[in-house]
């Protein structure tokens, strides 16, 4: 894994692509956006979505200045960081500073395993509960995945640093149960900014976990989060 490196030009960072669309998950769901996708992740979950930014990484070295300009062409006011992993770019930094200054609201996403002193309007972490990892007959990667998957340290500077949302991927009760846990270790934290959603990629799938995870989060005061641009354009890259 190769996230980023430096070139004449300067410091480069591995992008798998960059696209407009529309929100779907989270507190900022129908959001208008551009989406920044960074390859190359320090984690290996099973049900992965995007496993050309993370089992399988794509992409080109692009400077800033390629980067930037690619991001004002879409002529849009809000910027999401994904991945991948963001946070294992040290260039990441830089980039949110020159998007901060050309008046972006950013947001990143990150599965909250590493701290950087970053700017963004919004720090988007998703846990990882112990269901998440690869088969143990992926030895490395199982082992490397529970090793890495939990920093609870790093989550809690995370959430003291920035306007915040968790949003936590649920299979099943085991799953939803396991963030209860997750959160008392946590401590403090805004019950309304916790947001459950439900594991898959089509819609009867997401439709079935919504009976139950709809209910069971009302009864813990915690958030329902809908995948909604699976609903709207199915689970096809680029939306």
Known sequence: ??????????????????????????????????????????????????????????????????????????QLNHVVITGGEPFIHLGLAELCERLHQLGYHLTIETAGTIFLPVFCDLISISPKLSSSAPPPAQVSWHRNHHQRRERIDVVGKLIASHPYQLKFVVDNLGDALEVLEYLEKLGPHDGDRVLLMPQGTAVEQLQQQAEWLIPWCREHNLRFCERAHIHWFGSRRGT
């Open 1 to 74: 894994m190769k996230p980023s490196t430096t070139s004449r030009k300067g410091a480069t960072l591995r992008i798998c692509e960059i696209y407009a669309s529309v929100q779907g998950e989270g507190l900022l769901t129908g959001t208008p956006s551009v989406f920044l996708r960074m390859s190359g992740c320090n984690l290996r979950c099973w049900f992965c979505d995007t496993p050309f930014a993370s089992w399988s990484p794509e992409g080109d070295y692009l400077t800033l200045d390629e980067i930037v300009l690619q991001v004002v062409s879409h």
